[in-house]
């Protein structure tokens, strides 16, 4: 199947700082990619869809300027976590569709981040 | 809107038994339904999808679900449960092609030697 890369797996930054999680696929293109947020022993909650080249679209209750999505070429979308904060601490999993293959989602690997 | 409930947040199986775990779908079209599967701290891995063609669904690694529309359900089972069967999964929906994935709650799956 296809292959979804995020970077870095694991991160620790300070209270107040900033952070980017980088989802690239790598042997297609997604035009479309979604951000996911899992809590320790919970599902999967749809943060936002991010489409190539507009706006990404949020889901109810995530604050959109916290959360930031960039979808800028059709094989790397970007959440950047702005003025992180320890209750941002949470594993964060993306996932892209190949139109190609357009019944089934992708998945990265996944990124821990600890907010300290 | 489409959802999924997954019944019964922990299933313990002895090994050699069947697995069951159960997942019942909402959506007001034709529905897309997946299996994940998700191993401590790692991604998420597919382990089978219906996508409106044949009711019964083969996955990998042994495991098998069937869409049954009159009951909305979609439950997995496996006939033989094998101490690497055990993990995270996760039932989930899509109302098409390229839309969002909504999940599960998800069933986490011991297997007792």
């Known amino acids: 199947g296809a292959v979804v890369s995020q970077h870095p797996s694991r991160v620790i930054c300070k209270s107040g700082t900033s952070v980017k999680i980088e989802c690239r696929s790598l042997?297609?293109?997604?035009?479309?990619m979604f951000w996911y947020r899992q809590f320790p022993k919970q599902s999967l909650m749809l943060m936002a869809t991010?489409?190539?080249?507009?706006?990404?679209?949020?889901e109810q209750g995530v604050e959109k300027d916290k959360f930031l999505i960039n979808h800028a070429s059709l094989t790397l979308s970007t959440l950047t976590v702005t003025s992180a904060h320890p209750e941002d601490s949470s594993f964060y999993i993306c996932?892209?569709?190949?139109?190609?293959?357009?019944?089934?989602?992708?998945f990265g690997q996944g990124t821990r981040l600890t907010v300290v | 809107a489409q959802s999924v409930t997954q019944l019964g947040s922990h299933v313990s199986v002895s090994e050699g038994a069947l697995v069951l775990l159960r997942c019942n779908y909402s959506?007001?079209?034709?529905?897309?339904l997946f299996w994940y599967v998700q191993y401590p701290n790692q991604g998420l891995q597919l382990l089978l999808k219906?996508?409106?063609?044949?009711?019964l669904v083969k996955g990998i690694n042994g495991f098998e679900a069937e869409f049954k529309k009159s009951e909305t359900s979609f439950h997995l089972t496996k006939p033989s449960a094998h101490m690497s069967d055990a993990a995270e999964y996760f039932c989930?929906?899509?109302?098409?092609?390229?839309?969002?994935?909504?999940f599960g709650s998800g069933t986490r799956l011991s297997i007792r030697p």
């Open positions: 996932s892209a569709r190949d139109p190609k293959v357009n019944t089934e989602a992708f």
């Open positions: 042997d297609f293109q997604a035009t479309t």
């Open positions: 991010s489409n190539e080249g507009s706006k990404a679209t949020y």
């Open positions: 959506s007001s079209v034709p529905p897309y």
């Open positions: 219906y996508t409106s063609a044949a009711t």
């Open positions: 989930a929906v899509s109302e098409a092609s390229a839309s969002k994935i909504i």
